[in-house]
């Protein structure tokens, strides 16, 4: 019997039982279920059980639960199976902190926990996740703790926005730099300025991942236009700077001397030097001259060097046309102008025509047709074919004649009938007259010297 009532009392202490009174053999036993649970949520933190015998009367002894108050001891009698519920309150509330990625709400580093007395406040920090960036740095709080609680840092992706320069040209690098960029955002990327080359256009790129912007820089290349004439002579420079793969127009200056040559498109692939030739001036003078040496007139024309002039005669009236002449140099073309003699022998024709004696008439025009065929002026020529062109022969056949000295009214020949037959005397060296005469008056006097007929 003593050795039972010590297996009891051990197994009693055990469980926190302290009995009180005497044991007795073969006693009905029931279970004693001791809850503990949250005096504020409820929750069931913990179970115990213990058996006693029927009618006994024992103190309790609660267990330490931690982060919550021990209650005191207490006494119960068992009578039957039974649960007895201690309500324990909490010294202190879990605080779980979580680091999620704001884009997803996926978890990006394990939560971490901290137990923080109840009623009392507490402050948290975020840290530091490889490839993330927190959205808000700012300290977070628990203020009058009181429940478990949970506190979220949001933190945004990192990725990599590359910036590569990229010369056109060759196709090479001229450079790249990066810079972490959070997941959604938009960046304004400028270009850096490289030398010899056109600094592309700003670009805004949004980027949700790891993202490379290429810039592509156009080559600048130098262009000089020298201006140089015929003559060798450098006239002038200009220089300017052409984008790859476009076009410049290179439009020459004008040049007192000079020709102005025309535009030149030029499409660069390298530095270069364009050379614009400008053909210089020459001056042909002209000189209209006619037989006589007399000017009619006088102009100049410019023609350039490599090309020739057509030096073209102007028509003027009573004059030959004389045939154009080609140069291509400077100098003096004289075109020389003959009367236009064409129809010189119209008046003399109708003359001679007009007779039955026509060589005696023809020695009788022989120095009026000299005149006109042999003069080297217009105004000669035209004085010549006038005279000739008012003159008129009448013959007359058996009359007397008589051939008087214009200067003196001396008879040279007296009463000669000479028929249609014409007659020349000389009078000294001075005068020489060939006459036609009709019943011994005179009808036509030509002095061969003068050449006047009267």
Do not use: C
Request: zero cysteines; aromatic letters at 8%.
């Amino acid at each position: 019997m003593r050795k039972t009532m010590v297996l009891t009392l051990l197994a009693a202490t055990s469980f926190g039982l302290v009995t009180v009174g005497q044991a007795h053999a073969a006693t009905a036993s029931y279970t004693t279920t001791f809850k503990y649970v949250d005096a504020t949520t409820n929750k069931t933190l913990k179970t115990v059980k213990t058996t006693g015998s029927k009618n006994k009367t024992y103190t309790y002894k609660p267990v330490a639960i931690n982060y919550y108050a021990t209650p005191a001891k207490l006494s119960y009698k068992v009578t039957k199976a039974s649960t007895i519920t201690l309500k324990v309150k909490a010294t202190y509330r879990k605080a779980t902190i979580k680091y999620v990625d704001r884009y997803n709400n996926a978890t990006i580093k394990t939560a971490t926990t901290k137990m923080v007395p109840v009623g009392k406040t507490a402050s948290f920090t975020p840290v530091s996740v490889s490839g993330y960036k927190v959205t808000s740095t700012a300290t977070k709080k628990l203020a009058n703790v009181k429940l478990d609680s949970t506190v979220t840092f949001a933190y945004d992706k990192l990725f990599k926005l590359t910036q590569n320069m990229v010369a056109m040209d060759t196709k090479k690098s001229l450079g790249t730099s990066s810079q972490t960029v959070k997941r959604g955002q938009t960046v304004t990327l400028t270009p850096k300025s490289v030398a010899d080359y056109v600094t592309p256009p700003v670009q805004k790129v949004q980027v949700n991942k790891d993202t490379t912007a290429t810039f592509n820089y156009q080559r600048l290349y130098n262009v000089t236009i020298n201006s140089v004439g015929s003559d060798g002579v450098k006239l002038g420079s200009v220089k300017q700077t052409v984008q790859q793969g476009q076009t410049v127009t290179a439009t020459p200056k004008n040049y007192a001397g000079y020709a102005t040559p025309t535009s030149q498109k030029v499409t660069p692939t390298k530095d270069m030097t364009v050379t614009v030739p400008y053909p210089k001036f020459y001056t042909v003078n002209v000189v209209e001259k006619a037989a006589d040496g007399t000017v009619l007139a006088t102009r100049s024309m410019q023609g350039q060097a490599g090309q020739s002039v057509k030096v073209t005669p102007a028509a003027r009236s009573g004059y030959i046309t004389p045939a154009s002449q080609t140069v291509d140099k400077a100098d003096t073309v004289t075109l020389l102008y003959q009367v236009d003699q064409t129809n010189q022998d119209e008046a003399y024709d109708r003359i001679i025509a007009s007779v039955d004696n026509q060589d005696q008439a023809k020695a009788a025009l022989a120095a009026y047709k000299s005149d006109y065929s042999q003069a080297k002026s217009l105004s000669a020529y035209q004085a010549a074919q006038q005279t000739i062109s008012s003159m008129t022969f009448t013959e007359l056949g058996g009359q007397a004649m008589r051939v008087v000295d214009s200067d003196v009214s001396d008879d040279l020949i007296a009463g000669t009938e000479i028929g249609a037959t014409d007659a020349t005397m000389v009078d000294g060296v001075d005068d020489t007259y060939t006459a036609y005469f009709a019943a011994g008056d005179y009808f036509w006097v030509v002095n061969q010297t003068t050449k006047q007929g009267a």
